[in-house]
Structures are given as C-alpha cells and as structure tokens.
C-alpha cells in the first residue's frame, strides 16, 4: 500500500517568480477516494497559489467538515489552516480575517457544509463581503456518510442507489448574486484550464469571491442519472467565457484587443481579461448575471465561468474601519495605548 | 502525435533504461528483485542464461546500465547493478542441475570456434544444447581468454572464472587449449559447417618511434602481454618505481599489478585531461586509492637510457584545446619537459586487432583499416560460412559487448546451418502482465525509498597489496544488498495506460511525483514537450501519447524520470493506468530457462 509519496521530484521543475516550484504548494497525500473531484480542485488551487507568485506563509487554509473540508490537508502543506466545526468556517474565516488583513484566506467548504448546516453562516459572510475566497466543493451528495442527497443535489437527479431526489436544489451561485457577493464564479474540477485563472482572479478580487465548483463524487454520485458526474457535468457545461488573469497592465496595451473582450480593473491594478462567448451577458451587471444564470438553468445547463464581479466595493475591513496593520505586527504600545486613549474613547461614548 | 504504439516491444524496452543499455539485455530489474526476496539462485540463471557470465560480469563488467539508470536522473547515484549481480554470485547454491548436461542428441553439424574468450564460450553455451559438434581452439592453456589473461585476479578469483567457464566447457565442448591456429585454411579444410572467430584484440600498442624504445627494451613492457605473463605466472617482480602510460581500464589494472609485484612508485602517466580518460570512473578511484597517482596532460617524449638502463621518461605538458566542433587538441604549454623516474615502463595505450593468421586469398575481405568486413547485424564475414564476434569483430569493446556479439553469432550459425534467412532474425521473448493484487497492493515493491547508493566494501590495502591474488573488493553482504536492491525503481513494471476507460479526472496528473503525466490538446513532439507540466528535454526519453480522449485532449507522459512508483494507477478511480510487469528476453538459438524458477 502507498501512502507515501516519494521524495523525488522532477530535476528540472519550473520556479516562480519567488523561487518556489509547484511542489513547494503541494501538502500531504490525500485520503480522499481515487478520481476524487476535490483533488483536481486542491491540486489547481495549488498551481493558483504557485503562479501567483504567493509566499506560502501568507496564506490561511480554512474548512468546515465533510470531504470537501479534508482537503486543506492535502495542499499548501507550510500555510496557515484551521479546520473548524460543521458549517462554521466563515465565523473562522472572519475572526482571522479581523485580526491579519495581510493574508489570502481560502474557505474550502462544500455542499453540506455551505448549503445546509452552515447557509446560515455562509449568505453572512456574503453579506459583509469578507475579503476571502470561498470555494464550493459541490458534489451533489453528503459523500463522507455514503452518499446520501444534499441540497445542491438537482430536482430529479439518480442516487448511485437508484433513487429520484424529489426536493429542488439550492443554487449558491445564484444566491450568491443574490444577496451582494461581489465576485461569483462557477467551474467544474475536470476543467482546470478554466479553474485555475478563476481562482488567481478570485485571489486577487478585494471582497467576497465565491467560487462553487462542481466536483463529481466517484464513489457515490458518477453513475448515470446524476446530474453531477463527469459525463452528464461535460455534457451540460456551458461557460460564458475564458477569464486571464493580467498582472501588469502593460500587457493589456500589446495585446489584441477583440470585440468580445473586456477588462476589468481590479483594486491594486491589475486587470481581469474575459474573452465573452455571449454578447447579451455582462460580468459587470447583476441582473444580467442573474439572468444569465436563471436562463442556463431553465435550459438544463450549468453556466461556468466568472458570472459576476463588482470591484470597488468596501470590504469588512472598510466597512469597520479597522487597522491597517494586522494585530500580529502591532506592537503593546499600538495595541494598549494607556489610559489617556481609554478616557478619550470613554468620553466619546458619554 | 500519433499513438504510441506499445505494441511494438521495443517501446517497452526501453523504458527499461538498463536493460535497453546492456549489450545482451539482462533483465536487470527482474533479477535485483529475485535479490531482494533473497532468491540468488533464481537471480543467478536470470543473468546466466542471458550475460553467460556472471559471476565474472558482477566483478568486472563496463557496467553500461548503470549511467543509463534512472535512479542516476531523479537522485545522485544509479542503482549498483554489478555488484548487486555478484551477490546472485556469492550467494547462489549449486546450479549445475539446473544448466543443461550434455550429451545432447546430436544434429551432426560441426562448428569450430577460434578463440576461447567470452565471446566463443557464448557461442559454445548457446549452440551446444542444440547438438552441435563444438570444437574450440586457444592458444592459453585454460579458456577464458582476455578475462584470463588481461583482468588481474584481485579483481576476478580464478575460482570464479573457472566455475563459469567449466559451465560451459562441460556442455561437452571439444577444447583444444595450448594450441594457437595459424591458419583459418587449414580449419576451413576441416569440413566444418561453419567456423567462429573470436580472438580478441590480441596486440597492444607500441611506441616504436619514440627515442629510447629499443635502448631501454628490457624495462619497456606492453600492458597487456605484461599482464598475461604475470597471470600466467611468468612474470613476479617488477622494478620500484613503474611508469604506466595509458589512460584506460587497462592502464588501470597494470598501476594496481604492479603495486603488488615490488613497485613502490607507481604513476599513471596520461596524456588526456583526467575527465577524458577511457578507464570507468570506479577503477580510477581504486588505482588512486593504492597511492598511484594519475598526471594527465602529459604527453611522452622519449625513453631516457643511461648505461644501457632505463632511467625514465620525458614528457611535454600540455593542456586540451577544443575547436567548435567540440574536437580537442592537446596544445603544448610551452614548458620545459618533465622528467620522471622509472625503473620500468608499461604501456597501455590501446589494443589493435590482428589477423596474420587469416590468409587473404580465401575469399574473406578485410577493409583498409586490416579489420575483417563483418556484418553487424548477423556478424557473418564475406566467406558466408565465418562468422567474427567479441573484439575480433569490430575492435577492442569489454566482455558484456563480446557476449551479446556471441549470441547473435550464434543464432547466425543456427540459422545458416538450418538454410535460413540470417536477416530475418527471431523476436524476442516478451510478457506483459498486471501486478495489481488489491486496491492499494502491487506484486512489486512501488514504495520508492530515499537512501543513497551503498559502497562496497573493500579488504585492507595492507592485505591486499601483498597478495596478488586477494580480491580487493568483498562484495555486498545479503542485509546491504537487499539494501541497495531496494533502491531500484522497477522501471520494467510498465505503467499502461487505457484510453476508453479514462474519465479525465486528472486524478493521475496532480498525484505524479515527478510530473510525469500532461493531459493537453495534441501537438507535434517538438511541440508537446515544451508544453508539459514539467518541460520533456530529455531528447533521449519517449514520450507515451494516447489517442484522443472524450474531451478532445490526450494523455501525454515524458517516461524520463517516472519512478515506477504505482501512485498514479492508485489514483485512478477507472483503472485506465495499470501497473504491468514487463519482460523481454533477446532471442537465442536454445532457451535454457525452466519456464518456471
């Protein structure tokens, strides 16, 4: 049996920009079923993280509970992780948010775990637009107890065990639009030449970026009549358009600019290149988007690609006005100011 | 690209790095795993009915598989494939009931064999079980040829080069010894149904025109026929201070002779630089382990002779110049000649073949250079009934070179006896067969260990430097050998990839260690290899494509530094990657092997 990986890696690896090789972002060996979805996800976020020239300290990992929830074991094996209870990564994801602004917070959650135990949680996190990204490992079924229906899983689609899911699914792109989230994107784990510029987007996005990526269960939910396999989700893939990722804005000016495509300035400005397969829909209008989204599902399909994304918008940081600095790199005099800045604050509040 | 076509054995072949590098094809993995489970004797006959000698070959062999290792491409050092091989060796228990016995039926065809090196004794071996009548001619007074005479016994026990050559001459061989051939006529005249050369490169080279060659010429000796005569014990002292010129294996076994026969300063005079020496990088190790010390860029003068004696050398320094062909030139420095000491001289520089026993008139062409005109697949000559293997053939090459040319030889005369196509030669024997036992379980170690190769280790200089006969190397012991068997990645357990059933989860691209697999749109192979996960620029490793897959892309891996490890078909939710155990085996004329160890 091997679940070991072996030492050796390929003697002539490419570097990043900050001289890491894309198994420096790799973690341990996952445990997952072979042909998980999840590891394809893992593995791009991975490859995100490498390209994106991203030191691996900087990052924080947290997870609810479920499959989906393992995976932060199985990448960025040197960042910061946290594993919380069920449902409960976003008040995680905020309270570290609060205190180091200074790092990339990926919230790897998945259907149950977003959709059912922890919605309550999830459309908060939404709303105060945390600056994290939040990705949906979203495989349809609850595939840590064997494979039971969750609430993403399809009106009408076939359990492995023969039965018809009679209950309608809950779209978390669509809800995600819905109540504000500022960048929405949708993507399927056996596509990873679409996932990984999402993610870098998505990384780079100041604000909520919800990413619900579509993730075949193997063992419980790949069988004909699912409407989450690999071949019914190839089948019914319909993206709206490519994502790159621009760095630096120099690049844009000597590049061929098409009818079709579009750039988006993002905070620190950097730009988002999306090449649109359909004229009608634009990244930039919620009700486009939303549109957009309610038609494909009205066909049967299942819309990938970045569906919406709004820059500019104040993050909880923003909104609060908290601290530049994280609390890490304050030192006790910034932190205890004494007693002439607790009477000031008393006063204030008299 | 097209689909790789795994049809095809070769392509499997050489995937096996080492096998595909050794000359005969040895089965290299398959036998360091029969080591591992400490199955010597099984380990013994997988090398024996394919390298004839390897007993010898584990002690002494060029050891083309080990640069070709893989192991050598992810980590420092290869696997040690030869001294792993004279474990089998040392370990192994009585084999004679399993190598055939004459007397064999026989088919009433003669042969004769000139010569009994390994490449003669190959063609006895494989040839004799048939029925053929062997007849074998040498000049020495026991077979074994250069490994006799040239390879020093410190190196190689008589006792295992007897046992290995009695294998065969027990066959039933008719062996003349003490007899050298004069003439390939009068054999010719003998009615035989074909005749093998394999004498060897018997003459080493001279420096006639050197000033003080024939003044000093009883200190002046030739590497090889030095060698001989001190294996053959006419030779026992040698004076106190030894020059040896030559930069080869051969040099190398003349410097540690002479330390044993008397000689107190011993130089290795040479005139490459010292990275450009022929010798394998281990025997230059050795000799400067038993204080010779090797000068390169040295290029010979002259002899000194004072009072009709041998004083010395004088040598020109000199330093490589390359042009931009990469062609080098030794350019002297301009300084005043060095002269060293010597009580005598050896010279190595190289071994010549010679035929002047051979008449011209017999209808057996020779090219401009004296060398017989040999084909290189069938190794026939131009008189179609002669046919040359081992340095007598295409020059001076090593043992492992001399018995992969006896069996092609030998698979010739079979096919010539029996008025066969020489050209249509036959397939060799291949097997492909899964290893999966269970989810996670392979029939073979996949787990890939992180030690570094083990040394050998070696007898005290003190001992062995007194002894002409001690062998200097002990060999592995069986926990150190089972060891460094370990280490071997099992290349030759193929990964086999099957198009229909791959979901392209993509599960095997983000599990490879090494990065191995690429599932990308199809290109040309310039062009795929630049644009794999990790770029393909080992010109000398396949790529393995698979036609189109469901979503338009293919399957591409780059074989270069795949450990074998297995993760790949672990992650495979569909077994579309398996783990199959591959197996070839040259042709032969006879198969020797029961079809089960």
Known sequence: MTYIRPAFKHPHLPKNQIGYTAKDYEGSLSTLCAGCGHDSITAAIARACFEMNVQPHKVAKLSGIGCSSKTPAYFLGNSHGFNSVHGRMPSVATGANMANRDLVYFGVSGDGDSASIGMGQFVHAIRRNLNMVYVVMNNGCYGLTKGQDSATADLGSKSKAGSINPFQAIDLASLAVELGATFVAQSFSGDKQQLIPLLKAAMNHKGFALLNVISPCVTFNNNPGSTKSYDYVREHVEATGTVDFVPEKSEILHSQEEGTDKYVEMHDGTYLKLHKLDQHWDPEDRISAASALQHARAKGEILTGLLYVHTGHPDLHDVLGTAGKPLNAMLEKELCPGNEALQEVNAGLR | ?597
């Open chain 2, 1 to 597: 690209m097209e689909p790789t076509n795994v049809k095809n054995p070769e392509y499997y072949h050489k995937v096996v790095d080492c096998q595909y590098a050794c000359p005969a094809h040895t089965p290299v993995p398959e036998y360091i795993r029969l080591i591992a489970a400490e199955k010597y004797t099984e380990a013994y006959l997988v090398n024996w009915e394919s390298n004839v000698f390897p007993g010898v070959l584990g002690r002494t062999c060029d050891r083309p598989c080990e640069p070709a290792c893989r192991r050598g491409r992810v980590e420092e050092e290869p696997v040690a494939i030869c001294r792993l091989k004279r474990v089998a060796a040392d370990n192994k228990e009585d084999i004679t009931r399993f190598i055939p016995r004459g007397p064999f039926p026989p088919n009433g065809k003669k042969i004769a064999l000139i010569g009994g090196g390994p490449a003669s004794l190959t063609v006895a071996r494989d040839l004799a079980p048939l029925g053929y009548e062997i007849h074998l001619f040498d000049e020495q007074k026991a077979g074994g040829g250069m490994m006799r005479s040239q390879i020093p016994s410190f190196r190689l026990p008589d006792a295992v080069l007897n046992e290995e050559v009695g294998f065969i001459l027990n066959m039933g061989i008719h062996a003349v010894f003490n007899k050298r051939v004069e003439s390939l006529k009068a054999v010719a005249d003998e009615k035989y149904d074909a005749i093998f050369v394999g004498t060897g490169a018997p003459r080493g080279r001279d420096l006639s025109d050197l000033p003080g060659r024939s003044e000093g010429a009883a200190n002046i000796h030739i590497g090889i026929e030095w060698l001989a005569n001190v294996a053959f014990e006419h030779t026992h002292a040698i004076g106190k201070k030894v020059i040896v010129l030559g930069g080869g294996n051969t040099a190398m076994d003349c410097c540690r002779t002479s330390r044993r026969l008397g000689g107190e300063q011993v130089k290795v005079v040479v005139r490459s630089p010292f990275s450009d020496m022929k010798a394998s990088p281990w025997e230059k190790e050795d000799a400067m382990h038993e204080d010779i010390p090797i000068l390169d860029n040295h290029v010979p003068l002259s002899f000194e002779v004072k009072n009709g004696r041998l004083t010395g050398m004088t040598f020109d320094k000199v330093h490589p110049v390359y042009d931009e062909n990469g062609k080098r030139k030794l350019v002297s420095t301009g300084e005043a000649p060095v002269f060293i000491e010597a009580d005598d001289v050896l010279i190595a520089i190289g071994q010549e073949n010679s035929f002047p026993w051979i008449e011209r008139d017999l209808g057996l062409e020779f090219d401009k250079w004296g060398m017989p005109v040999v084909d290189a697949l069938t190794f026939q000559s131009t008189m179609p009934n002669v046919f040359f293997g081992g340095d007598a053939a295409f020059g001076p090459k090593n043992v492992i070179t001399a018995v992969a040319q006896g069996h092609q030889a030998a698979v010739s005369i079979d096919l010539y006896c029996n008025q066969k196509s020489l050209t249509e030669r036959p397939s060799p024997f291949t097997n492909l067969m899964s290893t999966k036992m269970g989810i996670h379980e392979w029939s073979y170690d996949s787990l890939v260990v992180n030690d570094q190769r083990f040394a050998v280790p070696q007898a005290p200089k003190s001992e062995t430097l007194r002894d002409r006969k001690k062998e200097v190397e002990l060999g592995f012991d069986v926990k150190t050998a089972f060891q460094e068997a370990q280490r071997c990645l099992n290349c030759d357990v193929q990964t086999v990839f099957t198009e229909d059933r791959c979901i392209e989860c993509d599960a095997c691209m983000d599990i490879c260690p090494t990065n191995c697999i690429t599932f990308t749109t199809n290109g040309d192979e310039a062009d795929l290899r630049t644009r794999l996960i990790a770029p393909a620029e080992n010109m000398s490793q396949d790529l393995l494509v698979s036609a189109t897959l469901k979503t338009g892309k293919v399957m591409v891996k780059d074989e270069d530094v795949c450990l074998h490890c297995g993760l790949c078909a672990e992650r495979c939710p569909t077994s579309a990657w398996d783990m199959q155990k591959f197996l070839y085996n040259m042709a032969k004329p006879a198969s020797y092997l029961p079809s089960k160890l």
